[in-house]
């Protein structure tokens, strides 16, 4: 699948991952490849991403990623939007 992560100032991430769990209006939920399409709030939280390949060197100086190991990701958000269909996520933030 692949992921974007954008707020207003910047793309924070853009990449090809594996899951990503999302802070929902009603709790945590995650999306999968093969997920059916979908459109969602998000409150503020942590955005989990289990990355397909290591992030590069790049995207490893972006101080809103925090690496949770070399597969791992979590970028906090304060809001936002989720849009996913074709394996395609766009996660529009605060």
């Known amino acids: 699948m692949h992921l974007e992560i954008i707020t207003p100032e910047t793309k924070v991430f853009s990449g090809e991952v594996d899951a990503v769990q999302l802070p ?3 709790g945590s939920f995650q999306v999968l490849k093969g997920h059916a399409p979908i459109i969602s709030a998000l ?3 942590k ?3 289990d ?3 290591p992030l590069s060197e790049e995207q490893q100086e972006n101080k809103l990623i925090e690496m949770d190991g070399l597969k791992t990701i979590r970028v906090a958000i304060k809001g936002g939007v989720v849009e996913l269909m074709n394996d395609r996520i ?4 605060e």
Do not use: E, R, T, Y
């Not at 766009?90 to 933030?93: E, G, N």
């Open 47 to 49: 955005v989990k991403v």
């Open 43 to 45: 409150d503020a939280g």
């Open 51 to 53: 990355l397909s390949a």
């Open 24 to 26: 929902g209006l009603d």
């Open 90 to 93: 766009i996660v529009l933030a």
